[in-house]
């Protein structure tokens, strides 16, 4: 079965400059997160999709931040304006999900290393 | 709120020896605890996970980690560390259904031969 797939897998922008980075989770899954990890840290969940509606988005930085689901199936995130700050690898990860569910087993892809200069 | 802990940000061990990596949790109920290993430029990979039942988790690789409640520790362990161990190791944590996982900062392990 293929994985979660991201891209890009790496991008350097300057700051106050906009990105925006893709996800397609495992196919079938129902829930999918985005995680910010700066260097040196464990992953911050970010945002938190079941299906297409939002579950958890209280540490987004919704002044910048901003994601979606599109159909339940693909997600982006978008960063607008970027700062020094936001250089992480931005992780997104999927599960099965569903509240039959007894835990959240996740499944990451590679990741997207942003540098903001 | 629940916590998780990872005491030794750097582990280093011989090849061959012992791989013990500690990890401990807050939590008023007992959690579903997970280890992640992440390889350079890669994402995380499920290394082994406690849900219910035996105490004792064996997962990939030969890693086993141990659930120990009145420890609040699910400490990571190996008998015979390899060279191709050497990566990154997150704990985690997650109440269950829609609760959030919560991980910890990461022990790096090197493996010296």
């Known amino acids: 079965e293929a994985g979660v797939a991201q891209s890009p897998r790496y991008k350097i922008i300057e700051k106050r400059q906009s990105v925006a980075f893709w996800c397609n989770p495992i196919s079938g899954h129902a829930t999918l997160y985005w995680y910010q990890q700066i260097l040196g840290q464990g992953p ?7 299906n297409n509606g939002v579950v958890d988005d209280s540490q987004l930085p919704k002044d910048r931040f901003s994601a979606e689901r599109l159909k339940g199936v693909d997600s982006t995130l978008k960063i607008q304006p970027a700062k020094l700050e936001d250089s992480a690898v931005y992780l997104c990860a999927s599960s099965l999900g569903g509240r039959g569910s007894s835990y959240n087993e996740q ?11 | 709120a629940q916590s998780v802990t990872q005491l030794g940000s750097h582990v280093s061990v011989s090849e061959g020896a012992l791989v013990l990596l500690r990890c401990n949790y807050s939590s008023s109920v007992p959690p579903y605890l997970f280890w992640y290993v992440q390889y350079p430029n890669q994402g995380l990979q499920l290394l082994l996970k406690y849900t219910t039942g035996a105490t ?3 997962g990939i690789n030969g890693f086993e980690a141990e659930f120990k409640k009145s420890e609040t520790s699910f400490h990571l362990t190996k008998p015979s560390a390899h060279m191709s161990d050497a990566a990154e190791y997150f704990c985690a944590a997650n109440s269950g259904g829609y609760q959030k996982v919560t991980f910890g900062t990461g022990t790096k392990l090197q493996v010296i031969p």
């Open chain 1, 44 to 50: 911050k969940l970010l945002i938190q999709f079941q």
């Open chain 1, 107 to 117: 499944f990451f892809g590679p990741g997207t290393r942003l540098t903001v200069l």
């Open chain 2, 56 to 58: 004792l988790v064996k």
